[in-house]
């Protein structure tokens, strides 16, 4: 099985015009799939219009996370600040290693907000339909 890891926008459009954007996205989708690590571990949830990303993150303070949306990429960072030298472990099993996922996201789709609750992150993420694009009845006239 070959891995697709970009995509040649002369070969699948050669007679298609304005879908440069689109293509753009998919090749930056392919981008952080290669760069992802796999951690940490997420679930998203889709219901309706309505999508929300949950994500794993035992003992992670909310202060050591960002999370920006950019020119169509939802970018969720940790950067841990410090250990605290008077902790001694016996076993460190939680992981608090810095990560940076990103996900792409649809033109069409806002994020609504994020909230940190035991030891998961939840982003609430919303599909908004533009007028032009919902469906509309035509009158017949006769």
Do not use: C, W
């Not at 070959?2 to 040649?8: A, I, K």
């Not at 690590?37 to 949830?45: A, L």
């Amino acid at each position: 099985m070959t891995r697709l890891t970009s995509l040649d926008i002369n070969k699948l459009t050669p007679y298609a015009v304005g879908f440069d954007r689109m293509f753009d996205n998919m090749n930056r989708y392919l981008e952080h799939q290669a760069t992802s690590s796999g951690y940490p571990p997420y679930n998203i949830v889709k219901d309706g219009n309505s999508f929300q990303i949950e994500i794993a993150l035992a003992g992670v303070k909310m202060e050591d996370l960002d999370i920006e949306v950019a020119e169509g990429v939802l970018t969720i960072t940790h950067e841990p600040q410090g250990e605290d030298e008077k902790v001694g472990f016996v076993h460190r099993g939680i992981a608090q290693r810095k990560f940076k996922r990103n996900f792409t996201l649809a033109d069409d789709v806002v994020v609504n907000g994020a909230r940190l609750e035991n030891g998961m992150l939840y982003i609430a993420l919303e599909r908004i339909i533009p007028e032009e694009k919902q469906p509309r009845k035509i009158a017949i006239e006769g």
